[in-house]
């Protein structure tokens, strides 16, 4: 078995090659180690390896992680990738360094409750569904302006961009990344703070590099870096 400090040595050098083959400079895409269903024990050898960014799904095991021995004394950060239900808002806020899943104005609004209430600036993107597959979340791409111009009044949280996940289809995997793209470039036209919007999470393990062609600037990596799971 390949070990964890490997294949994160592969996973970037293939980054690098897509951003050059892109036209793009290497700091443009953020690396994010999706850690879900991995021990902290895994997190920490990603860490000594030299990653610093994280990704967790669900909101049990990522507190369970945040508090384990190995990883509690570090500045990890960690990016919420899951689906967020409003009542697990309260849980994270805080924790995170950014949340990518919100696909309601109604998680939105409580995130900027919580945000409100505790005195800090929470930064979030939007999930958009550009697969159209019934089993995603994720707002239709119509959905996504009158939605965010609802969240763009709310104090306390920062829209910073959007995020998606592709079908496994191959042939259609890089237009959905296209249509992500100009979504968020149309989104900028309209947004009050245009230069906020500058984040499109896209990409994983079996489609980064279409990503990082299409613009992708966090791409959320897990088996090619921590194995199957
Ligand atoms: C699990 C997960 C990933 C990582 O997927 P891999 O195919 O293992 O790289 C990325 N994004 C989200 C939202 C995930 O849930």
Redesign the pocket.
Known sequence: MESIASNLAEVREQIASACRKAGRSGNEVRL?A?S?TKSAGAVRQAWDAGQIEF?E?YVQEFLEKLDAPELSELPLSWHF??HLQSNKVRQIAGKVSMI??IDKVSTAEELSRRAVQNDILVDYLLEVNVSGEGSKYGLDPASVMPAAEQCFALPGIRLRGL?T?ASPEPSATRRQFAQLRQTLEKLRTEAPEPTLLTELSMG???D?EEAILEGSTMI???????GW?
Do not use: L, P, Q
């Not at 959320?220 to 921590?226: N, S």
């Open positions: 994010i999706v879900k990704g799904s990738i899951g990518h899943g995020m996940i994983m393990s079996g980064f959320r990596i897990g088996t090619a870096i921590f799971r």
